[in-house]
């Protein structure tokens, strides 16, 4: 039972930065139909900048600040380039995020470098003993961030007319353009909103696992499964698809082998594919494409 309980911690901690990610992606593809397989990089960008902002000497708390508004900025550059090949088809965007996220990539690896690099735990190195499972501050730190901003998310998209006017893009573009709404200036919040939550999950994330310049690539591939096994029209289900993702993961790394664990998610996003095409938590229609 105690194993047990390692393993469903283990699997809540990481299944949360997943859901992060899996957030981003339904944020910027609701609103604008566009994939953003950058969302990754934007992780792995929130963690190096993190990383090198402390060894510059900047207290913490300010690097953290720093770090993210570093990362939402260079989702609004993507965001600008997208806007620039407005006329551009969907799949000629989509393709375009993945040049972004390999230019990221390159320039972290040419500016920073290519060492793993790792982050002091921001809340000490204690840990809770939940039946008989060790949980350390990090671990609940990154759950306990990531629960706030999910809850601060729904508060913002239900109670605030920025959020409102982002749910009225994502529902209907022109609708929303007719009702007095600047489009381009949502669009642009959204591509932001979606980078500096991806930097939250990277930059909390660091004092566990370490971080470099090639981090992002497997788990943007993670948070893009959680964001179809929670149905990508849901940012809400990605949240709940990240978690079921993360405890599987960790059951099956624990019970069978760690070499299966990275497998796991592209075999459930595929089964959720063929068996649920609009994810667990939705209800959209399958469309051949």
Do not use: C
Not at 245 to 256: H, Q, S
């Amino acid at each position: 039972m105690t194993e047990l309980f390692a393993f469903l911690l283990s699997g809540l901690t990481v299944g949360f930065v997943y859901a992060l990610v899996g957030m981003g992606f339904t944020v910027i593809y609701n609103s604008s139909g566009i994939i953003n397989f950058a969302q990754g990089e934007f992780v792995m960008a929130g963690g190096m900048v993190m990383v090198f902002l402390l060894a510059g000497g900047i207290p913490m708390a300010a690097a953290f600040g720093l770090a993210i508004l570093i990362t939402a900025l260079l989702g609004i550059l993507l965001w600008k380039l997208i806007d620039l090949s407005r006329d551009s088809s969907q799949v000629s965007l989509i393709i375009l995020t993945l040049g972004y996220a390999i230019f990221l990539r390159g320039l972290t690896e040419v500016v920073l470098d290519k060492e793993l690099h790792t982050l002091p735990s921001f809340v000490g190195d204690g840990a809770l003993e939940i039946f008989g499972a060790i949980l350390t501050y990090q671990a609940l730190l990154i759950i306990v961030v990531s629960l706030a901003i999910v809850i601060a998310l729904y508060l913002f998209f239900r109670k605030t007319r920025t959020g409102k006017a982002m749910i009225a893009v994502s529902d209907n573009v022109e609708s929303a353009r007719l009702m007095g709404i600047n489009v381009r200036r949502i669009l642009m919040l959204n591509f932001a909103l979606s980078a500096a939550i991806a930097a939250v999950g990277g930059i909390l994330l660091t004092p566990i696992a370490s971080t470099n310049y090639e981090v992002g690539i497997m788990l943007g591939l993670k948070g893009f499964a959680a964001a179809i096994i929670g149905g990508l029209s849901n940012p809400f289900g990605a949240v709940l698809g990240g978690l079921i993702l993360g405890l599987i993961e960790a059951l099956v790394a624990g019970y069978l082998s760690s070499e299966y664990k990275d497998a796991v998610a592209f075999i459930i996003m595929l089964l959720i594919l063929f068996v649920r095409p609009g994810g667990i938590f939705n209800t959209l229609k399958a469309q051949r494409v």
